[in-house]
């Protein structure tokens, strides 16, 4: 058996992980420890991204024709990939997170959503809050407004049961004027 023929399921693998994919992300992981490099991945994982380490020839075989072609550039050394197909941010977020505590970790670059972004780019990336957070933000923002309103209709309804409550307590009582009105004029 060739090769090339054992070389093509890699080559296939990695094209069906990044065919949908909304973003790439090429590491340098060297200098992780084998306790960092577990941690990494279940954090990855968690976040829905796929991790893997391919040689750069079989990435740069199946990003041919693609919109992560870019990457081309970047292929040099050992890298690994994270891939998304769900969150564009993620991968970006998590390694941005992770390198924090684990600066042997190096970001390369990626492609988000069609665009390639170096270190500096992949950086900016990394501090996209996620979609959740952004939903949570918006959803917190909508309410808000409704809960204020919610609140003064509340004191309103509390101070006029007050108000009803004193007027009704206290015994109605005429005044001079009222009286001579009522009184028949003569």
């Not at 069906?16 to 490099?37: H, M, P, W």
């Not at 970001?107 to 979609?131: C, H, L």
């Not at 923002?141 to 309103?156: F, G, H, M, Y």
């Given at each position: ?94 390694l941005a997170k992770f390198a924090k505590t ?19 780019g992949m950086k900016t990336i990394a501090s ?59």
């Amino acid at each position: 058996m060739a090769k090339v023929e054992l070389k093509q399921p890699i080559v296939q693998e990695i094209s069906e992980n990044i065919k949908d994919a909304q973003s790439v992300v090429v590491v340098d992981y060297r200098g992780l420890t084998v306790a960092e490099d577990t941690q990494l991945r279940k954090a990855l994982r968690e976040a829905g991204v796929t991790y893997k380490v391919y040689k750069n020839t079989l990435v740069s075989r199946a990003v041919e024709g693609t919109q992560f072609e870019s990457l081309k550039d970047v292929l040099e050394g050992p890298n690994a990939f994270a891939i998304s197909t769900t969150d564009a941010t993620a991968p970006a977020r998590v390694l941005a997170k992770f390198a924090k505590t684990a600066p042997a970790l190096e970001i390369k670059a990626g492609v988000v959503e069609g665009n390639f972004y170096d270190e500096a780019g992949m950086k900016t990336i990394a501090s996209i809050p996620s979609r959740e957070e952004l939903l949570s933000k918006l959803l917190g923002s909508l309410q808000s407004p409704i809960t204020n309103l919610a609140r003064v209709l509340n004191q309103i309804a509390e101070q006029g049961g007050a108000a009803d409550a004193a007027v009704e307590a206290a015994p109605a009582e005429e005044t001079p004027a009222e009286e001579a009105a009522e009184t028949p004029a003569e």
